[in-house]
């Protein structure tokens, strides 16, 4: 047979055999897809999520290291400072009448610079009174003075007054950020407080604040100074007595605003004046003065406060509360300890 002719019923037959595919796998899929039920959609229930509890708890500063309460005051409130050794051939480190006497009139918290050299010396004397250590630290030996104090003193400040003269508030920070935390590992007891200005600088605090906070470095407490009656008389005086009050209140309102809730506050040196002889010290007005000072930090709340200063020969002896080579006390000392009796717990 001629090849030619039998060509055309080849094809006719692929053909028939592709129909026959095609009606077979289309019928196959029409009815599978028959089979196959419609997906249902369910219906929509609206579900009211239970309210998340709130996971912010509200900080509550945690008390000083020995801070307890007295008649509703802080113990810590009936401190004092023990300054340079250097200013007096007489001091509370080498006259055992100074120390009796800071004993007897029962001071609770002695601020005193620490350096590498003296900081044994200075603590054991603090230690024989009977006092808590509050110690003022510098960057240079900072590390050294905490590592061999251990937990004989858990309260210090960094450095003195940046803002008389110091580094400026970006230093002060700086110094602050870099070595606190390495402080804090190796005395995860002790408070460390700042900034230490000179009066209630509410800027300095501020930036200061503002700096450590963005470190995650905050301190325990917040401190400054104050002297409420310098360039003023006897009969001036009286009128500044709330400035107390007035300070604490701009701090608080400032460590609030900064922070986003309150911080301890220390006024870790006050007196009548700053000045040298401003200080009536041997005049009867300051037991007055003492007196009122004292009942002013204790309504304003503050947690810690020193008298500046002991026996040191400060201000050329205006500013001691105790003779440093008699250890006699100043009439400031006796309302100081008539303070302390008032509130201190009698059991």
């Keep these: 047979m001629d090849e030619r002719k039998k060509s055309p019923s080849i094809f006719l037959s692929i ?13 196959y899929s029409s009815s599978v897809s028959r089979i196959v039920p419609a997906r249902l959609t369910p219906p929509v229930v609206k579900v009211t999520p239970s309210p998340i509890p709130s996971l912010h708890v509200p900080y509550v500063p945690r008390p000083l290291p020995g801070q307890q309460k007295w008649s509703g005051t802080s113990s810590l409130l009936f401190g004092a400072n023990d300054a340079s050794w250097d200013w007096s051939s007489q001091n ?19 601020r005193t610079p620490l350096t590498s050299k003296d900081a044994l010396q200075r603590v054991a004397v603090i230690e024989e009174i009977g006092a808590r250590c509050l110690g003022i630290l510098r960057p240079q030996d900072a590390l050294q003075v905490v590592q061999m104090l251990g937990q004989r003193c ?32 190796i005395n995860s007891h002790a408070a460390f407080i700042g ?3 000179a009066y209630g600088d509410i800027s300095y605090i501020q930036r200061f604040l503002q700096l450590v906070k963005a470190a995650g470095n905050l301190p325990d407490a917040v401190s400054y100074h104050l002297y409420p009656c310098t360039d003023q008389s006897i009969e001036t005086c009286p009128q500044h007595f ?16 900064t922070v986003g809730y309150s911080l301890p506050l220390a006024v870790t040196e006050w007196n009548y004046s700053w000045k040298p002889g ?4 041997n005049d009867a007005f300051m037991q007055n003065f003492t007196t009122s000072s004292l009942q002013a930090l204790a309504k304003a709340g503050i947690a810690l406060a020193n008298q500046f200063d002991l026996a040191s020969n400060a201000g050329y002896g205006s500013l001691d509360m105790i003779n440093p080579l008699t250890g006699m006390p100043y ?16 059991t």
């Design 15 to 27: 053909a028939k055999v592709a129909i026959v595919v095609y009606v077979l796998f289309t019928g």
């Design 92 to 110: 509370m480190g080498n006259n055992p009448a100074v120390r009796a006497t800071v004993k007897s009139a029962g001071v609770t918290v002695i």
């Design 154 to 185: 858990n309260l210090y400040e960094w450095e003195n007054e940046p803002d008389n003269g110091g580094p400026n508030v970006t230093a002060y920070s700086h110094t602050w950020n870099q070595h606190i935390p390495q402080l804090r590992a």
């Design 195 to 197: 900034p230490v200005v």
């Design 242 to 257: 709330e400035d107390y009050t007035q300070v604490a209140q701009q701090v608080k309102k400032a460590v609030t605003q």
């Design 278 to 281: 401003q200080t009536p010290h």
């Design 331 to 346: 009439p400031q000392l006796v309302a100081f300890q008539a303070m302390i009796e008032e509130y201190k717990p009698h």
